[in-house]
């Protein structure tokens, strides 16, 4: 099996929930697959390279394979990666949002589950 495991690089830490990615990794013996959507036009900060290596601490044992994706459209983007490389699950955090976030905008995890073909896991932080 072949697992993705969409992540934004923000409060990598304190987010993550990793010990209930690597039970799934171990049980399922699958690999993993780190993907990140860069907005085309998007700088790379300091702090995202950070909390990059943290995520990379955290998971070094099961040696994901790690990819940025340019992609205006988060859901377009890990759709994409998903067929490229067959993946069999997609690990989401879904992330809280302000008031004025929730009543302008979709969420993106939401929007992925109603725009993909297969199964999205989403364990909150």
Not at 28 to 41: C, Q, T
Not at 69 to 80: A, K, P, R, V
Not at 100 to 117: A, C
């Amino acid at each position: 099996r072949k697992i993705g495991f969409a992540c934004d690089y923000e409060k990598v830490i304190e987010s993550t929930p990793v010990e209930p990615l690597k039970k799934i990794i171990r049980d399922f013996n699958a690999e993993l697959y780190v993907l990140n959507i860069a907005f085309h036009d998007a700088e790379i900060s300091a702090e995202k390279i950070n909390e990059s290596m943290y995520i990379n601490v955290l998971l070094k044992e099961f040696n994901p394979a790690y990819q940025t994706i340019l992609s205006n459209d988060i859901t377009e983007g890990i759709n994409w990666f998903a067929e490229e490389q067959k993946l069999d699950w997609i690990f989401v955090i879904p992330k809280k949002h302000n008031l004025v976030d929730k009543m302008f905008s979709r969420s993106k995890t939401k929007e992925l589950l109603y725009q993909t073909t297969i199964p999205v896991l989403c364990i909150h932080e």
